[in-house]
């Protein structure tokens, strides 16, 4: 019902910048909340942030809060992740998913883009 596709990954030295965008498909995109998560090599997959329906209401995991800016536009059915200050360890798949809200899980997600940052 919902496809997400994620961009604006690359290669970034560190202190540096990258925006991360989902764009999805969903006529319902509106409704669902949505988060991004992301999995380095040897590393289990971690939750990074996630933002209501309406953009009202965000959450980030300590590791990059106050670097990392999570928003939506929903008339363009897009979500983004503004990622400042990266570091190394920020390096990773990172993916973008959706759930409605009271849902358990989140049950679509895109592909995945690749966030590499150098020393």
């Known amino acids: 019902q919902v496809q997400l596709v994620e961009s604006g990954g690359g290669l970034v030295q560190a202190g540096g910048s990258l925006r991360l965008s989902c764009a999805a498909s969903?006529?319902?995109?509106?409704?669902?909340?949505m988060g991004w998560f992301r999995q380095a090599p040897g590393k289990e997959r971690e939750f990074v942030s996630h933002?209501?329906?309406?953009?009202?209401?965000?959450y980030y995991v300590d590791s990059v809060k106050g670097r990392f800016t999570i928003s939506r536009d929903n008339a363009k059915n897009t979500v983004y992740l503004q990622m400042n200050s990266l570091k190394p360890e920020d390096s990773a798949v990172y993916y973008c998913?959706?759930?409605?809200?009271?849902?358990?899980?989140?049950?679509?997600w895109g592909q995945g883009t690749q966030v590499t940052v150098s020393s």
């Open positions: 969903g006529r319902a995109f509106s409704t669902y909340i």
């Open positions: 998913a959706s759930r409605r809200p009271g849902a358990p899980d989140y049950a679509y």
């Open positions: 933002i209501t329906w309406s953009g009202g209401s965000t």
